[in-house]
C-alpha cells in the first residue's frame, strides 16, 4: 500500500506547513506535559486504534516498547476494561480518549461521569493537555487515514 499524498512532499505548501504545527503542538504536549509519559504514550496510542490510523498505531506501538513499555500493556491497549494492567489514572485518560474520539458516534460526547473520573487523578492543566492531545491525535489521524498513510515501516525512537 502507498500513500495517496504525501502531505510533507512539497516543504513549502500551506498543507506541509500547516502538518508541521501540528508536529510541534504534538511535542510540545509530549515534551513537557506533567502528565506521565506511559499515560500520553496510552492517549495516543488508544486514539490512533480506534481512529484506523495503522500509520500512527505503529508509531505509537513501536515508541512505547522503544520506551520501555511493558509488552502486555502495549498489547491490551485496546481491551483496557477487561484487563488488570492499567492503573485507575489510566483508566479514566483511556476512557476520556475514547469518548473524545467518537463523538460522531456518541450523542452526548464526553459523559459528566468519565470527565468527573478523570478530575479525580488529573489536575486542570494534565486535564487541558489531555483534551488537546486527543483534539490533536484525532486530527493527525484522519489526515493520516485520508491520504492512506501506511503502517509498519516506522523505525522507534523518532516521535514522542
Known amino acids: 500500500m502507498t500513500a495517496r ?5 512539497n516543504p513549502a ?3 506541509a506547513k500547516a502538518a ?3 508536529g510541534l503542538a504534538s511535542k510540545t504536549i509530549l515534551q513537557e506535559s506533567t502528565l506521565p509519559a506511559a499515560t500520553q504514550r496510552l492517549v495516543v496510542l488508544r486514539a490512533s486504534q480506534i481512529n484506523g490510523d495503522a500509520y500512527a498505531t505503529d508509531v505509537w506501538t513501536k515508541n512505547a516498547a522503544h520506551a520501555g513499555e511493558d509488552a502486555t500493556r502495549v498489547n491490551l491497549v485496546a481491551a483496557w476494561r477487561e484487563t488488570t494492567v492499567f492503573t485507575d ?11 473524545g474520539t467518537r463523538i460522531a458516534d456518541a450523542a452526548g460526547g464526553v459523559t459528566d461521569e468519565a470527565w468527573a473520573n478523570a478530575t479525580k487523578h488529573y489536575d486542570e492543566d494534565q486535564l487541558s493537555d489531555l483534551v488537546m492531545m486527543i483534539a490533536l491525535m484525532n486530527a493527525t489521524n484522519r489526515m493520516s487515514v485520508i491520504v492512506r498513510q501506511p503502517g509498519g515501516g516506522y523505525q522507534p525512537g523518532n516521535l514522542g
Open 13 to 15: 505548501a500551506t498543507a
Open 89 to 99: 489514572a489510566e483508566r479514566a485518560a483511556l476512557e476520556l480518549v475514547e469518548q
Open 20 to 22: 508541521q504545527h501540528f
Open 5 to 9: 499524498l504525501n502531505l510533507f512532499g
